[in-house]
């Protein structure tokens, strides 16, 4: 193990104690006037705040767009909040969308760690730099939810805060859990999948073990695969292996579609399942994702890399100057 | 080749007539009032036209959400346009969504060749049946676009229809070209890729390679995948094969990212290129479909199966009731 990789496992040990320094960030900060929609411009890791706020907002009657595109939806007007979210503050996609949502006038909040964002936005939160974006998660999520709590858009109550922090801090239960589990995936191409509703965790899961495992993933979701991809399962072979990620409130009928397309993949790979923990939706959301952080550090352990650099996105990132 | 083959082919080399057919379907038909917003609730092939609508009405102020679940969201009121579509009239999900739009008594249009949605439906466009759902996207498809020039939201100019028809219309290119492309992806696992903003396009070849061929194929979009997905081709092998689908109105950048990419990938796997036809959004999108049909087509044939029937998702569905 390397000093990168001992590193990475500090960053996601230390997870819990980011959300809570992240909750506090966004005091004082808040948007104001009329908001009939909300939109997140960001990429990877940053526009993954944006799909938790989306599944968090999807219980309240705002729209949530997540615009991972050099535009904006041309919807956007002054009553939109967008908010910019880029770690590095440079992400050429965020600033272009940026400066789209600035013409059409919208109210707009940076989230970044500096950068070109930073000097671009009049309203922005401020959030630690030195890590990687996608092991910032919680700097990118939960100042968009402590802004929408301060402007009354939404009641953020404690106890769900508490509940979460609670079971996040059981940092040794999801280590020894997902090196458990990563041993069951090594050599596989893991397909993860959740309910529509929790999709994005499924996508969160993916997006970790290309980027810290440096292996191929993929998602989808119940039950439009029950639609199209399971049909493929016929030609599927043991290289692959699935992940479900089950929740205590899929709808029942998508439970069933589960277990019973679970019979069926059987046939052909092995299924893991695990389960979202807690009661809140916050809970819930994010002991999957931590589960999901520690699989995909130790499937890089597995595949002999270390979890932290990516160097194909850094070159990539070069190539384009 | 099998009689059933020989339909599904039969199918495909008709599609350019099904289009026209389509087109004549919502005559008379238009919704009224005030329209805030667009859902389309369907699965599978019929949510594959509402994808294509989001894409033609993106350069409109209208957003518009396609709906994958059971319920719709919670913003949909009085104020939206509702498009109920589900080949059968009897897909679980839609019937379930439509029953929660009408709750929210939004103005809803059903598409469909029959079923229970067909009878709970004030307003209907049917379409005919017989065709598998997928194999039946223009039937899916126009009959939405009809509409909202009939109730004047958007205005279809003859001109890009009639581009669109003489493209599609050379159907014998379309085979021959998807008849090659499929040869290179032989025993292949195909990822396909496409800019955001026609991500659709590359949704309907996976799922069509899944469905007709009875294989896994994956798809990602770009520019979202430089930041996450890219990294895991470290560990790809020649097993997967990629296709990229470029349009002529991709942004710069991106076309740029995706000749980078072209180059990362190609060290690990083959990449094969397509590129839309036409001059309008139509022509280009259902080019793009068109060719992607035909090698689905010629993928099943090359792996043995019958494209036609679905055994998997049939039987699931027995097991679901």
Redesign the interface.
Known sequence: MTLDSQNMLQVIKDFPKQCREALGLPKGISASGKIN?IVIAG???S?MGGDLLKIYL??????V?VN???KV???VDENSLVFAVSYSGNT??TLSALNAAKEKKAQIIGITSGGKLAEECEKVVNIPSGLQP?AALGYLFFPMLGILHNTNIIRVKNDELNEMMGILKQTNKFNEQGEELSKKLKEKIPIIYAS??LGAIAFRW??Q???N??????YN?F??M???????????DH??SVVMILDKND?D??K??MN??KE?MEEYVEVEEVETQGESLLARMFSAIYLGDYVSYYMALW?R?DPSP????E??KK??M
Request: charged share 25%.
């Open positions: 929609n990429m990877g890791g526009a999807s219980n309240t009657n705002i729209p767009y991972r595109d050099y939806p041309n919807f050429e996609e996608r529509e509703a993916k997006t073990i290309n980027e495992a440096k292996m191929p993933a993929f979701v039950s439009e029950n639609h199209n991809e399971i049909a493929g399962y016929k030609s599927m290289k692959f709808n009928r998508v069933k579609r019973i397309c069926i595949n890399v990516v160097d194909i996105i070159g990539m190539k384009l």
